[in-house]
């Protein structure tokens, strides 16, 4: 685990390394009582959400990933990673965060790139 | 009407007469009394279909033609493995080797062709196998078993598809061929080399000009040598030769033969109470070796078996094609070079392309297409009706897409076809007679459409078109997924995966995303754990489990709840407690501040509301006082309820605690298609529910009654019985065959009851009651993979497996800015 301390206006924050999250996987980085998911897909794209299904907020980090993409464990919704959609026919939006990637380094910004709804 | 039915007596159960008697009892129902022998020790099924069988894209049962039920309601009465060796044409009668003397009226010699063997020393060595039957396809899958090397002999059609299907099954293989291209007969050199090309590409060995001197071996099959002195080894060879009419029996009964059995136009041979039908037919000089001639030889038979002397055999060219998934290729009629030919020809080295057409007098003879076989049917029908290609040379060679104006698409291209064109070579079966059957029936599926016009129903090759005349003729109303597909990833349902991940020794999920092509980079949340649990099952010893494919329950091993903290429930063998184990649940539950304990449905103790981060921990002191993990959560072995039995009950029969905690220590840990619940009870009172459980056991004072198909969920439904065994030890090794039996064949989150439905009771009871060896086998199958399986899961994340899944990767502790 890595215990970060940052100051409210530093805009990346290093949260680890890809390694160590799994490939069609995910880890959780708490940021005070939220919960936000970070995602890596099969071929090391990272995508961070918060762990919280538009639906019922059911937690999209232990869903399984697959195509740009986590069904959620609760009721299989399926939400993009990359902007946090549900897809098919259920409506909502979960609240994405931006990834920057340095070398195998992961920073996010954990000002949301848009609510959920 | 004849007064007295006349007895009519088959020699062979082939593809021909079989056909014939489908024609005759349409035509003249009851006019005979039907017997057959067949040296094969079985029911007609469809040869051609071997090689899929062979590679593994199809099972045994998936081509037979006419099951047992079928002679039984036909009153046919067919002597399986009876060979007839002799004709008596004065006292009208057969015998078979068994001794077994039958009388006929008439009498019908349908007995096929033998594989040629070429006379080589060592010919008759253990090792050397021809292809023609289901016992030579078996023996040939005994042989790959090995994964040694394996030569065939002959690179026609049979050659190559039984090399092709070896080399699927694992084994390096080699086709010796002794002229210079593959199917010289059926491929001019240019596409007998791309076809080389193709065959090579899938790691197949080729040798043309190859002359085989002898094969070597002390006692087996260990090699072939060749004339020019090179020694190839290998530890089974396949003679595809060719083939030769099977008239012996014919010529020893005096009949007329010359290659074949010599028949008129109306399949009759010199004796006219005798006809002859099929390879060993020789009409007009020709003998044949695909089915279409065969099956109109079949018609003309049946038709004058029924009193009607007048239809005649006419010969027609027929197309051929190669059953090797990914292959395509089409030949028909007369391609060699003469003066008196033109040909047009058409190359596309990028694509693979080659097509060839051979004229006379502007007139189609021959085709040769590979690569691109769409246009065969068209160019066929061209051919048949002789039109006169004069105003559309330029472009015949593109196709009929390319014929007047704009190009078609394949749809539109089939609707242009004329009616009379015919769709399937190897029934004859033209367009109109299929769109006009479909309508007249309201027919909507392929299965329906092979049923009644018989297209599509024997090589398969033209499926493609016959769908799309459903498509053209229902509309919207066409739904083409007669099969249930596994998910959008994939055409292929879950059975056909199943097959195919053993068939082509598929080890992981890229590898069957890749073979079986599926349509997305990594599959779904539906296929992946469906793959998963295939693999587990089919390669217990060799499959590493893809954790990111398990539905989460499965991977942190314990059931997440709505709020997003999770439940565990320890296994309590057989529903048996005590005052540690409920002191130990008890301590845990006051150290983690557990919000609620439930004693649930299956005789056991669950713990809810615990948070993720917490969960090792709680393992940790649980698995101190003896717990392992109650798989409350997985497609896989769950509880095994039990009531007190003999121990206390006064009216209990058999030991049924004892029992449950055995069956539950033996089968713990095992994974399934779906979960899987047991019981039992110690006497009918069923005290422990065991007669809506997967499966249950009512013990009575004379043994064990297994039950089985049971449900209590979405669906209540009361057990089958499965039988009564003596013994303990019977009940579980019964209970453990029907498991693994039901592992092996399952769809993934198909429950027992429904798979049961699906397979047929009887058979399940057949193979688990009465097939001892198979019984044992399932039995054993199952013991080997428990090796893998028992490890309990909670232990193995206390001591650090899949750390990450239960700790955050980062926490960030916010701090105002000063
Ligand atoms: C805990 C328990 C209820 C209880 O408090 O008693 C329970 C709880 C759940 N059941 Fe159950 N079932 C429980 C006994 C049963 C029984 C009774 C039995 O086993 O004798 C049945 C009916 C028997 C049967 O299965 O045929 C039962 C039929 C179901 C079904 C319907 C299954 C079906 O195929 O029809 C589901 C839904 C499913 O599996 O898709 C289900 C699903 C669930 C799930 C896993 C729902 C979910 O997916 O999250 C619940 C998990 C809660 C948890 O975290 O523990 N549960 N469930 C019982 C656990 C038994 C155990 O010790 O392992
Ligand atoms: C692997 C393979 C692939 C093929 N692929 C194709 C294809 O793609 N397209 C195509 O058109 N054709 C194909 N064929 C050819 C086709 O299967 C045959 O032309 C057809 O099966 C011949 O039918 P038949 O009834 O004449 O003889 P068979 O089907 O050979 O039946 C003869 C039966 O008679 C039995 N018999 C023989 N002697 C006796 C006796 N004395 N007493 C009792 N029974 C006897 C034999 O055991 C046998 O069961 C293929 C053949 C094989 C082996
Ligand atoms: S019946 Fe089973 S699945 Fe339904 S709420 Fe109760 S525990 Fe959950
Ligand atoms: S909470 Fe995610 S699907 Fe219901």
Not at chain 2, 128 to 155: C, E, F, H, P, W
């Amino acid at each position: 685990m890595n215990a970060l301390s940052i100051s409210m206006d530093a805009a990346w924050v290093l949260v680890g390394t890809i390694d160590d999250i799994p490939r069609q996987g995910s880890r959780r980085v708490h940021n005070g009582a939220m919960r936000i998911a970070v995602f890596r897909t099969a071929d090391d794209r990272i995508f961070a959400l918060e762990d919280k299904c538009p639906h019922k907020n059911g937690p999209l980090s232990a869903g399984i990933v697959h195509d740009g993409c986590v069904t959620c464990p609760l009721h299989n919704w399926v939400i993009s990673l990359e902007t946090g959609e549900a897809q098919g026919a259920d409506e909502g939006r979960t609240s994405t965060f931006p990834v920057r990637i340095e070398g195998r380094n992961v920073y996010l910004d954990l000002m949301p790139t848009h609510a959920a709804r | 009407m004849t007064t007295k039915t006349e007895k009519l007596v088959i020699i062979g159960n082939g593809m021909a007469p079989g056909r014939m008697l489908e024609h005759l009892l349409e035509e003249a129902p009851g006019r005979y009394q039907v017997t057959i022998f067949n040296a094969e020790p079985r029911v007609n099924y469809d040869r051609i279909m071997l090689s899929p069988v062979l590679s593994g894209e199809k099972s045994y049962e998936q081509i037979v033609i006419h099951g047992d039920g079928w002679y039984e309601t036909h009153g046919i009465t067919l002597y399986k493995g009876h060979k007839v060796v002799a004709i008596d044409r004065i006292a009208k009668t057969v015998t078979s080797d068994h001794g077994v003397t039958e009388p006929y009226d008439k009498l019908v010699i349908a007995t096929g062709s033998v594989p040629f063997i070429i006379p080589v020393p060592g010919k008759e060595l253990p090792g050397v196998i021809t292809y023609r039957d289901l016992d030579d396809v078996n023996a040939m899958l005994l042989a790959a078993q090995s994964r040694q090397k394996a030569i065939v002999i002959g690179g026609g059609l049979l050659g190559l598809e039984a090399a092709a299907g070896l080399a699927q099954r694992g084994m390096e293989v080699t086709v010796l061929h002794v002229m210079p291209t593959l199917m010289e007969r059926q491929l001019d050199p240019a596409a007998g080399y791309l076809l080389q090309k193709a065959v090579e590409e899938r790691g197949i060995k080729v040798i043309c000009k190859a002359n085989t001197k002898a094969i070597l071996g002390n006692g087996k099959v260990e090699g072939v040598e060749l004339d020019d002195g090179t020694v190839i080894p290998a530890s089974l060879v396949v003679m595809a030769a060719g083939i030769r009419p099977n008239a012996s029996l014919a010529r020893d009964a005096g009949l007329a033969t010359n290659r074949g059995i010599v028949v008129d136009a109306g399949m009759r041979t010199s004796d006219g109470d005798i006809l002859a039908v099929g390879e060993c037919a020789e009409v007009d000089g020709m003998v044949y070796g695909l089915v279409a001639p065969l099956y109109e030889m079949a018609r003309i038979a049946a038709s004058h078996l029924a009193g009607n002397s007048k239809s005649a055999f006419v010969h027609a060219d027929t197309p051929t094609k190669l059953k090797v998934t990914g292959i395509d290729l089409y030949s028909l009629g007369d391609f060699a070079d003469g003066d008196d030919r033109e040909e047009i020809v058409l190359r596309d080295a990028t694509a693979g392309v080659y097509k060839r057409v051979v004229l006379k007098d502007n007139r189609i003879i021959g085709t040769v297409l590979y690569g691109d076989t769409a246009d065969g049917t068209w160019f066929n029908d061209l051919k048949k009706k002789r039109t006169d290609i004069s105003a559309m040379r330029d472009t015949l060679i593109f196709g009929q897409a390319y014929q007047g104006g704009s190009p078609l698409d394949p749809a539109a291209a089939v609707a242009a076809l004329p009616d009379d064109a015919e769709i399937c070579g190897c029934n004859g079966v033209c367009k109109g007679k299929i769109t006009a059957t479909i309508t007249a029936r309201g027919l909507s599926s392929l299965d329906e459409v092979r049923a009644h016009t018989k297209a599509s129903n024997s090589c398969g090759t033209c499926t493609g078109l016959v769908e799309q005349l459903m498509a053209l003729t229902l509309g919207d109303r066409y739904n083409p997924k007669a099969v249930q597909p596994m998910c959008g990833c994939t055409d292929l349902g879950h059975d056909d995966v199943r097959r195919l991940i053993k068939a082509k020794a598929l080890k992981s999920i890229p590898a069957v995303m890749q073979e079986l092509e599926w349509k997305t980079s990594c599959g779904c949340a539906k296929c992946r754990p469906a793959l998963n649990y295939y693999l587990v099952c089919d390669w217990p010893d060799e499959y590493a489990d893809d954790y990111q494919s398990r539905f989460i329950n499965e991977r942190v091993h314990a059931n997440i709840q709505k709020d997003g903290t999770y439940s565990v429930v320890p296994r309590m063998w057989g529903g048996m407690t005590s005052s540690k184990e409920l002191r130990a649940i008890a301590d845990v539950v006051d150290k983690f501040a557990i919000p609620a304990v439930k004693v649930t449905g299956g005789q056991r103790i669950d713990m809810l509301g615990i948070r993720k981060e917490d969960l090792p921990a709680v393992w940790a002191d649980l698995g101190k006082a003896g717990f392992v993990s109650g798989q409350a959560y997985a497609k896989g072995l769950r509880t095994v309820k039990t009531c007190v039995g003999t121990d206390w009950c006064r009216f209990g029969t058999q030991d049924s605690t004892g029992l449950g905690i055995r069956i539950e220590r033996f089968m713990w840990g095992s994974w399934t298609p779906a979960k899987l619940k047991m019981a039992v009870s110690g006497c009918p009172r069923n005290c422990a529910e065991a007669t809506c459980k997967d499966v249950g056991v009512i013990c009575v004072d004379s043994g064990y009654e297994i039950h089985f198909a049971g449900a209590a969920g979405l669906d209540i439904k009361g057990t089958e019985v499965l039988g009564l065994v003596k013994s303990e030890d019977e009940a579980l090794l019964h209970i453990v065959a029907l498991t693994q039996m039901y592992r092996e064949q399952g769809r993934y989150l198909e429950r027992i009851y429904k798979w049961a439905k699906r397979i047929g009771l009887d058979e399940i009871r057949r193979q688990i009651m009465e097939d001892t060896d198979k019984r044992q086998a399932y039995y054993e199958r199952f013991v080997f993979s428990q090796k893998f399986a028992q490890v309990d899961p909670w232990s193995e994340r206390v001591s650090g497996k899949d750390k990450h899944e239960f700790n955050p990767m980062a926490v960030i502790h916010k701090e105002a800015a000063e």
